[in-house]
């Protein structure tokens, strides 16, 4: 967001927006509210609330004295690929990827600046990663993370992390928002996503980008890796079986 208007600019629009903008501190909001927010008059407010009433975007309390996230904003919000038929779709994705690579595989999805890990499999050896499905983990400690986090521009991913500095899970950890990215700069050249032991001691792991249905299906298919078997070469070779079974959703 900026803080001060680029250009010409609707204010009847800006105040819709800011109203949209009042939930992500609020559950609820009402007419006095957003005229406090807006500095405008309760019917002025009211007719903004109606408005978006009316597109879907909000809806009326069952008091009928508040407003909620209508089923719109709901839509805009959530992540894409996370429905049943979604998760159908990947499953036989996930186990031919466990069977050609040998390690843990999970489906992963970028919810701000955290990673959700929605689907997952095990391989059946001793000496494996522990699956992580329903697991957050920080964007930038991640290979799927890095991954998803390289198809933004820069400057989305600086307004994803206003301050320089980043949160360091390990010692391997990036902790700058310059390092990363450069980071990520590396990974839109070569398409390789790593990490070493980034997130946690004795971890690494490598990532595909699952191919979508449009821009909002940003998913990762992703592996983790014991350290022993973490180094260039094997994730290199992890990372060839993921790409190998990604390749029956592009036909």
């Not at 407010?45 to 009326?60: D, E, F, P, Q, S």
Request: aromatic share 4%.
């Amino acid at each position: 967001m900026v803080d001060e208007p680029i250009g010409e600019h609707l204010s009847s629009l800006d105040s819709g927006l800011r109203v949209m903008m009042m939930f992500a501190s609020s559950d609820s909001i009402n007419v006095t509210s957003v005229a406090r927010e807006l500095s405008c008059s309760r019917s002025s407010a009211y007719r903004i609330l109606n408005t978006l009433r009316n597109r879907g975007i909000v809806i009326l309390g069952p008091t009928g004295r508040g407003y909620f996230p209508g089923p719109v904003l709901l839509d805009l919000a959530r992540p894409r690929g996370l429905d049943l038929e979604d998760r159908a779709r990947l499953l036989p994705v996930l186990r031919r990827a466990v069977d050609l690579t040998g390690e843990t595989v999970h489906v992963a999805t970028l919810v701000g600046t955290q990673v959700l890990f929605f689907d997952g499999i095990e391989p059946d050896r001793p000496v494996r990663a522990t699956l992580q499905q329903g697991y957050l983990r920080p964007a930038h400690a991640i290979s799927a993370g890095k991954l998803l986090l390289s198809q933004l521009g820069d400057d989305q991913v600086r307004a994803l992390y206003p301050r320089p500095q980043l949160a360091k899970v390990t010692p391997w950890t990036i902790d700058s928002v310059a390092g990363l990215l450069d980071e990520l700069a590396v990974i839109r050249r070569t398409g390789h996503a790593f990490s070493k032991q980034e997130a946690q001691v004795g971890l690494c792991g490598t990532a595909v980008a699952l191919p979508g249905r449009s821009w909002r299906e940003r998913l990762a298919l992703c592996a983790t890796v014991p350290h022993d078997r973490g180094d260039e070469a094997g994730l290199l070779a992890t990372q060839a079986g993921l790409l190998e079974a990604t390749a029956a959703l592009d036909r």
